[in-house]
């Protein structure tokens, strides 16, 4: 069987995957389906400031290395924004 | 930055959990069992919580593994990512638990950077079963990440004021009419440290609701330490058998002639043994012991002495107490009970006396049809005219005999190991 990678590390999250991640998570808003992903830029970087504070990793509102390691860890299934 | 509430709690602390076993053919269920309870007991140690183990669709806490889409809106991912989800408290799901059985889980402890500690991962899981949403407190317990296993865990502060904020903490516990002794200083370390056997006496008139037994007038225990008799009075736990055996009001009781131990989470409490009629008034006075006791599921306390039982309602005897065993619906002939306990697997109560046993439903009040049966039909290796049995806080029913005992395997109905083991080495470090 292949080696698994340590620490069970998925594929990198690609850009829908971001999405995907953050409003699983409750840092965006399900999308509208009648409207579509049309979360703002803005919501976008929000979120993923909000992301970063609750992760202790540097708060950039950017999609840097740091926040896609921390999207690629083992967690809990519970959001971590609730309404 | 700080644990987050999420509004619901339970309305009641002695909450009950139950482990469902669809999807676990490739785990063995003790140890998933043992995990679950010691995630629980994280939560109970720094609050009034309680948790029991019952064999029940109706248990506060439902525990499932599960695959894929499962029913509620959030399905599982396979191996990785998300790990499991838990409900917070009220109805329906509320308060059930539901981990992805395609991860690589650890049991009781195991360590390999592969897998995944259940017992983490619950314990967290039960913090939202608890009412408990994610804190982005780093090392907080309910941060959203996975931390791995720690072996020697201690709850965070910013988790253990969560927690408290919902059910207060253990120290406010009101117990009932029982006096929770807890002494000024902190409490020695240990079952095999002996109290110095002096007698406690007071020149003004004692408090006693009992005449002193003796000339010595003792001072009441219900305002201080309780009385430490004479040290010729008193049996010695390395060096006897017991008559029962009780978790009461959490607390471990061994009763021993007019005696009683009383064992905390931290060990034996000093200055017992005390007069079990220092904690329970208006047993007989001539009573030279007692027969079994247990705390029943509405947590008044039942002592079986002889042909008769008594029910407290913490100190007191409840009115209209005692009555004969046969108001219990147990038969003429039966001059006393050895050993009483409520069974984990269904809550059941079960009594026995010599070779026989009975199961009586405290919530009909009735001693169930088909009964009395013979110890060894399902009690495998458990034998006859035992002393006493309890359900311990690790949620195994031991079974007391002389001065031996046996952990009872409730899923593979017998004991764990046909040699007793010793009660006093194992209780008492002696």
């Given at each position: 069987r292949p080696v698994e990678q340590s620490n069970k590390i998925r594929s990198p999250p690609v850009h829908e995957d971001v999405y995907g991640y953050l409003t699983k998570f409750g840092y965006l808003p399900e999308s509208d389906l009648a409207t579509g992903n049309l979360q703002t830029v803005d919501q976008l970087h929000d979120a993923l400031r909000t992301l970063q504070t609750y992760g202790n990793i540097p708060v950039t509102g950017k999609l840097d290395a740091e926040t896609k390691e921390l999207m690629r860890k083992p967690r809990c299934g519970v959001p971590d924004v609730t309404p | 930055k700080r644990y987050t509430l999420h509004g619901q709690k339970w309305q009641h602390v002695n909450l009950t959990w139950s482990l469902r076993t669809r999807h676990l053919e490739r785990m063995d269920h003790g140890w998933v069992r043992s995990d679950l309870h010691k995630a629980l007991e994280i939560w109970s140690k720094h609050s009034k919580l309680t948790f029991r183990e019952i064999n029940s669709e109706t248990a506060d806490i439902l525990v499932y593994f599960e695959k894929g889409y499962h029913g509620d809106g959030y399905p599982f991912d396979g191996r990785g990512q998300v790990l499991a989800h838990a409900f917070f408290p009220g109805t329906g799901h509320g308060g059930d638990a539901h981990f992805d059985v395609e991860e690589d889980w650890l049991l009781n402890g195991e360590q390999n950077n592969e897998g995944t500690s259940l017992y983490t991962v619950a314990a967290h899981e039960f913090g939202h079963s608890l009412g408990l949403a994610h804190s982005s407190v780093g090392g907080a317990l309910m941060s959203p990440w996975y931390q791995g296993l720690q072996s020697d865990f201690e709850l965070p502060d910013d988790d253990r004021l969560g927690i408290q904020v919902l059910y207060d903490s253990k120290n406010d516990k009101k117990w009932g009419n029982i006096p929770v002794y807890r002494p000024a200083a902190p409490r020695p370390n240990y079952p095999n440290t002996i109290p110095p056997r002096t007698t406690v006496r007071t020149t003004t008139s004692s408090t006693s609701t009992t005449t002193p037994r003796t000339t010595t007038t003792y001072?009441?225990?219900?305002?201080?330490?309780?009385?430490?008799?004479?040290?010729?009075?008193?049996?010695?736990?390395?060096?006897?058998?017991?008559?029962?055996?009780?978790?009461?009001?959490?607390?471990?009781?061994?009763?021993?002639?007019?005696?009683?131990?009383?064992?905390?989470?931290?060990?034996?409490?000093?200055?017992?043994?005390?007069?079990?009629?220092?904690?329970?008034?208006?047993?007989?006075?001539?009573?030279?012991?007692v027969d079994a006791v247990y705390e029943r599921q509405d947590h008044k306390i039942v002592f079986f002495i002889g042909r008769s039982f008594y029910v407290f309602n913490g100190n007191i005897l409840v009115p209209g107490y005692p009555k004969p065993l046969t108001a219990l619906g147990l038969p003429e002939r039966l001059d006393h009970v050895d050993a009483v306990t409520v069974w984990g697997h269904n809550s059941k109560t079960y009594i026995f006396s010599g070779t026989e046993y009975w199961r009586y439903d405290d919530e009909t009040d009735r001693m169930e049809l088909g009964y009395p049966r013979d110890i060894m039909t399902i009690w495998k290796g458990v034998g006859y005219n035992l002393n006493a049995a309890f359900q311990w806080h690790d949620g195994a029913t031991y079974f007391l005999k002389n001065r031996g005992f046996w952990k009872f395997n409730d899923l593979r109905m017998r004991v764990e190991q046909e040699e007793p083991r010793s009660i006093g080495e194992f209780w008492f470090n002696c």
């Open positions: - | 001072t009441n225990i219900r305002t201080r330490q309780p009385d430490i008799p004479p040290a010729n009075d008193k049996p010695d736990f390395c060096n006897t058998t017991f008559d029962a055996v009780s978790i009461i009001r959490k607390d471990l009781f061994f009763f021993k002639g007019k005696y009683s131990w009383r064992l905390g989470d931290k060990g034996l409490y000093s200055g017992y043994p005390a007069l079990i009629s220092r904690l329970w008034y208006n047993l007989p006075e001539d009573m030279n012991q």
